[in-house]
Each structure stands twice: as C-alpha cells, then as structure tokens.
C-alpha cells in the first residue's frame, strides 16, 4: 500500500509551508515538535518539497529501522530511500565483516555521490550507531570510482585490475554484488549500487555494449548505456595514503611485544602489501578516515530526532568503547592507543554542527509538552478521554467504525490515562484480566495482552501476542510471547516467538530484516529450510536467558534452557551456556542447574516447581545430548 497522493494535504498547511520556506534557505537551524507516529510522514512532506538530500538521524536501530520501513508507505515506489546501515561489529575483536550491511552503507554514501538527470535526491535514515561507525574516505571514494559508457574505449586487463583495487572478487560466476566475472571479451560485474549485474561485452578495446542479467539464469535481459562502478568494500589498504597509515602506527605504545603484537604487525604489513584478510575489520582504525558527513553536499538538509537521545547513545557506545580497550590493553590483546574505526560523540557532535541546514524533531504525547515549542507541526491525538470503560467504547466508537475496536477487561488497570495511547486503526486491541498498563504506553493492533501481564511503557506494534503473566517494555513488532516470560527494559524485539519463562536482558535486541530484503533461511538439522519470509527473527526456547546488551542476528534458533552472552550469530543447542563477547564458548548447561533455577524462577512467581516440570526437563535434556555433541559443546563450568 502506498500512501504518496495523502501527503498534498499536509503541504497546503501553513506549519508545513513556515518549515519549508525557512529550509530553503542557504543556512538554518530549526526545532519542530510532532506527535511521534507522524514523524515518517513529515520526513516524507519535507523531502517530496525541498529536493536536497536529506540524512535523518535517530537514536537507535530500532527507530531508523521503523522510520526507513514507514517512509516506503508514503513515498512513491523506487524513491531513493535509503538506511545506512550499522555494521555488527565487536570492538577490537576479530571477525569477518558483514558483507550485506557493508556493501548497503556503500550504497548509501553512492547515493550522495551520484545524480542522474532529473532523478530526485536521496533520503537516508541513519542510527547514530552507524554514523559512529567510520567509513571510506570520500576522496578515495571519488578517485576510484569509475564510469563505464558503451562506445567507450576501455583497457579490459586494467580496467579488472581497478576492480580488484576496489574490492571485488573474482569468481567463476557472477551471482551476489561485490564480484566479477571474466570470459574471453565479456566481463560480468555485480556492483553494489545496480540491482542487478551487468554483462559487458568488448570488441578489441572498446565497450560494444552492456546488458543486465538475472544472476540465477544468467539470461541478459535490458541493454544500458552507462555504468558507474563504485568500491564494494569500506576497507580497502591498499589505496588509503601511506602517510596517514603512519601517523596512526606512530602514537602506538607497545611496552611489551607479545605473541599478540607480533601477530598484529605481521598481518597490517601483509595489509599495506594488497593482501585480503578476512579480519581486515580489525584494523579499520588504519585505513578508514571517513564518516557518512563526509558525504553530504553543502545544500543538504540534516535532520535529528531526539536529539538529547541521539547525544546519549553515542556518549553511551563511547563508553563501551573505552571500557573494551581497558579490558584488551590489559591482557596484552592490543597495545596502548591501538586505533578504533569508531567515531566518538565530539567529533560527530562537531560534524553536525558545521551542517549549514539542520533540524530537529523532538516528539510530543500531549498538549502540554507545547508549550515551549518553537514550532509545532499539524497533527492531533485521537481525543479519546478515559472516564471509565464503557465511556471509553463510548467515545471510539464516535471517532471510528465500528469494525475497529478496544477491548479493556474491567479488571484491567490503566495507571495514567492521559497518558496512554491505543491505535486500533489496523485492528482491535484488547487488554485482558488483571492486566496493568503502566504511563506512555503506546499499542497499535491488532494486539493481545494477557491476563496479569504488566506493561512499563513498551511501544506494541500490530500482530503481536503477549501470554498471561508477563512484564513487557521496550519495543515489539509482529511477535508471539508466551507466559511468564520478562522482557522488562528496553530493546527491541521483531518478528520473533518467545517460548515461556523466558527472560530477556536489558538492551536484547534482535535483527529481523537482511539489508537486502531476501528471504531468510533457518537451519534445521543439516539443512538450510527457506522461510519464504523477508521478515523473521529468532525463536526463544523456553527457560532462555540472555544478558544485558546481547544481540541476536535474523532467523535464530535458541533452544531450551539456553544461556546467552553476547553476539549471538548462530543456532544455540538446548542446554547451553554461549559466551561471545569475547571469545566465542559453548558449554553446557548442567541439568540440575537448570532445575534449581527454574525452581527458583517459580517461586519468585508464588509457584511451587512439581516433579512434571523436573521430569519435562529431565527428558529434553537427555533427548538433546547428541545435538549439543555435534554443535562441540564442552562439559564444564562456565565462568560469567
């Protein structure tokens, strides 16, 4: 569904025509208040009306995600939308970079770089995350980028060393972006900002013509005149310039040179030499000096929502940064001012401010939260007033029809009803017994809460389904919890189904979409079974646990009475104990342990353990030791 033809109405209102006019101008710095589910909708009036490019930053993940999915609602099929994406990285670990995240970034800083004819400027949507998160220099950027035009008279053999200097792969067949393919005089290049390859056949030394081609039948289907070939990797060595590759190298304190050190400067010379490694992640502090800033053109608009939250995450992941340095320099994993390919909060702070054309976006719950405001955009609450139950059906059902309702159970608590929003528009949402839905609480069905379930303020989106006796807060979209199950703080969660006695830490947040927007495919036993889903997440066993801040990769499986640490960014077997915040373990969790907790667990709920939910344990345990032998999961104590 698209919604594009609405957003007229919104451009003939006088705030909206203030706000543009002001934007337009060479230099501005302006702070607007919005009720919050209408933000997508004015970043979509705002740029259908200036035709500059626009970058919106947000304060997290979750919110650059739904901001970037909602835009596609309103904005015309194929508009250059665009979410710069955060790269899942662990600070001064090594680890093979996520090629699909790094080749949207890429994408992305393309889009600021490149302009065809009448086409409109880009939107992007970007956490403050992954603004932190640094990037190729625009300079390297724009020298290697190379334009392809049919005719033209091109060196093949230079023109594949470019492509090797640009990071691409050679491969036998071309089938994912980021490679290439040589056969005689036809060269098939995938590049990360075509939707498709493309095939180009050479006569002698000249271009005679370029197709694009379906990468499954490898059929060539449209001829195209012009192809601009841009890097496919944000890290490339051997093209940042020596000097400042120095400067870094020459703050290093190395106090003893260890077996860690030696490793370190073995594989940054082997680097400099034009060596890929799949770590090179490891040493972006090196060769990356860039930022998504970097990009932007001088008539470009920047856009900030919460603006405080924006400064927060990013002193918060600073923060982070420094404590993992702490721990590495410690133990001798890093020497002492090893560089970081992050970006700390006063120079982004420092970049945005140096932006010519800036706004802010604070959103508002109520009419008292006006009152300062510098500029207020043309959009009401539903005026709905809780005097009761039967008033509150009362008065929904004279703002919508009938179809579209609110169930609250008599026995249901709302704690603050001024401040409590429930958004039955794309179906019911119903509050069972004894349920307590604590102040900013903001539901949008069709959603079902439990019976006795409390919750602390979370944001509910459409299709989800809370069992009774759960404590909910965060963020939750199109999921399945079962009973007894804590999801208390924030974090968002997607997509997913979360078994019973469940309890996720602060900050757990899992991935739901592949930056590609493919199909995403689940292991069962040895297979890898397509979804035919672009959207899922993961499936929590029950009497799971994970720590504060763990983050959970699209489409895992997690099975009973898992335990986890860290990145989780593989299936988890029943009864295990998975650390991966430094360096990946699995070990299992020992039976009787998990007994004695789960006791523990019910009696913190007024129930008493009986000997079926020992023996059920008891039984899933022995059924799944072979599964825990085959994933290499030790027997032993495991030290948190």
């Known amino acids: 569904m698209n919604l594009s033809r609405l957003l007229n109405a919104s451009l003939e209102t006088d705030q909206f025509a203030e706000l543009i006019n002001k934007l337009n101008s060479p230099r501005v710095e302006e702070t607007v208040n919005i009720y919050e589910p209408s933000i997508s909708l004015a970043l979509a009036v705002l740029w259908r009306s200036v035709n500059v490019p626009i970058l919106v930053i947000t304060p997290n993940a979750e919110s650059s995600r739904r901001i970037y999915d909602q835009l596609h609602t ?87 060393k470019s492509l090797v200097r640009m990071g691409y792969r050679p491969e036998s067949t071309v089938e994912v972006p980021g490679t290439f393919s040589q056969r005689g005089g036809i060269l098939d290049v995938y ?49 940042i310039n020596p000097d400042k590759v120095n400067d870094k190298l020459s703050l290093i304190e190395i106090q003893e040179f260890n077996e860690e050190h030696r490793i370190i400067s073995s594989e940054l010379g082997r680097a400099l030499a034009g060596e890929i490694s799949n770590h090179i992640s490891f040493y972006a502090g090196f060769f990356n000096f860039g930022s998504i800033f970097d990009y932007l053109t001088s008539d470009s608009i920047t856009i900030l929502i919460r603006p405080d939250e924006i400064e927060s995450a990013a002193r918060s992941i600073d923060t982070r940064y420094e404590e993992l340095r702490s721990v590495k320099q410690k133990r001798g994993s890093i020497p002492i001012n090893f560089p970081q390919g992050h970006l700390e909060w006063p120079y982004i702070s420092d970049a945005i401010e140096a932006r010519p054309r800036k706004l802010s976006i604070s959103p508002w719950v109520s009419d008292a939260d006006l009152s300062d405001s510098p500029m207020n955009l043309p959009f009401e609450t539903l005026p709905l007033k809780y005097l009761g139950h039967e008033k509150v059906l009362e008065n929904i059902k004279s703002e919508i029809s009938d179809s579209k309702k609110i169930w609250i159970s008599k026995s249901a608590t709302i704690v603050d009803k001024n401040k409590t929003y429930f958004d039955s528009s794309n179906g019911p949402v119903i509050i069972d ?32 389904s809370i069992g009774n006796n759960c404590n909910i807060g965060g963020e939750i979209q199109n999921s399945v919890i079962h009973e007894y199950t804590n999801k208390s703080h924030e974090g968002y969660l997607g997509y997913s189904i979360i078994g019973s006695w469940v309890n996720l830490g602060a900050r757990t947040t899992n991935s739901d979409l592949k930056n590609t927007y493919g199909k995403i ?36 499986r997690i099975g009973v009475c898992g335990q986890l640490f860290g990145y989780v960014t593989e299936d988890i077997p029943p009864f295990t104990f998975y650390n991966n915040t430094k360096k990946k373990t699995l070990i299992e969790y020992d039976i009787n342990k998990a ?37 290499r999961v030790k027997v032993g104590n495991m030290k948190i």
């Open 191 to 239: 590049t990360v900002t075509e939707r498709r390859p493309v095939r180009i056949e050479f006569f002698g030394d000249h271009i005679d013509s370029m197709r694009l081609f379906d990468p499954e039948t490898q059929r060539s289907f449209k001829r195209i005149r012009s192809l601009i070939i841009s890097p496919s990797e944000e890290i490339l060595p051997v093209l």
């Open 433 to 464: 017994k004894n349920s307590v839905i604590e102040p900013f609480t903001y539901i949008k069905g069709p959603v079902y809460i439990g019976k006795e379930s409390k919750i602390n303020g979370a944001r509910i989106y459409s299709n989800t």
């Open 595 to 631: 007994i004695k907790t789960q006791a523990r667990m019910m009696k913190r709920r007024d129930i008493k353990q009986n000997k079926h939910d020992k023996k059920l344990l008891q039984e899933i345990y022995n059924n799944t030791i072979e599964q825990r032998k085959k994933n």
């Open 74 to 160: 309103w904005l015309e099929p194929r508009s250059p939308i665009y979410q710069f994406s955060e790269v899942d990285e662990i600070p001064f670990e090594r680890y093979a970079p996520d090629s699909i995240a790094t080749h949207a970034r890429l994408k992305t800083v393309a889009s600021f770089r490149q302009r065809f004819g009448k086409a409109k400027y880009p939107l992007v949507v970007s956490s403050i995350q992954a603004a932190s998160q640094s990037t190729l220099e625009r300079t390297v950027f724009d020298e290697v980028t190379t334009t392809l035009v049919t005719r033209d008279q091109v060196d093949m053999s230079a023109l594949i």
């Open 521 to 556: 495919k689940m292991n069962i036993g040895k297979k890898k079974i397509q979804t035919n889903q672009i959207k899922f997440g993961c499936m929590i066993g029950d009497n799971s646990k994970t720590a504060i801040g763990s983050l959970i990769f699209t489409g895992i």
